[in-house]
């Protein structure tokens, strides 16, 4: 458990990481959906 001072940007790091993440994915899925094969 990080301690009290710190948490909060922890978890927001966290939070904006995961959110890149899916944005990324998203936009790495999207166009490889039309390539054949």
Request: proline share 9%; with cysteine; glycine share 8%.
């Given at each position: 458990?990080?301690?009290?001072?710190?948490?909060?940007?922890?978890?927001?790091?966290?939070?904006?990481?995961?959110?890149?993440?899916?944005i990324?994915?998203?936009?790495?899925?999207?166009?490889?959906?039309?390539t054949?094969g």
């Open positions: 458990v990080s301690p009290s001072s710190v948490r909060g940007t922890y978890d927001s790091f966290i939070q904006i990481a995961t959110c890149l993440g899916i990324m994915a998203l936009f790495i899925g999207i166009p490889s959906k039309e054949p």
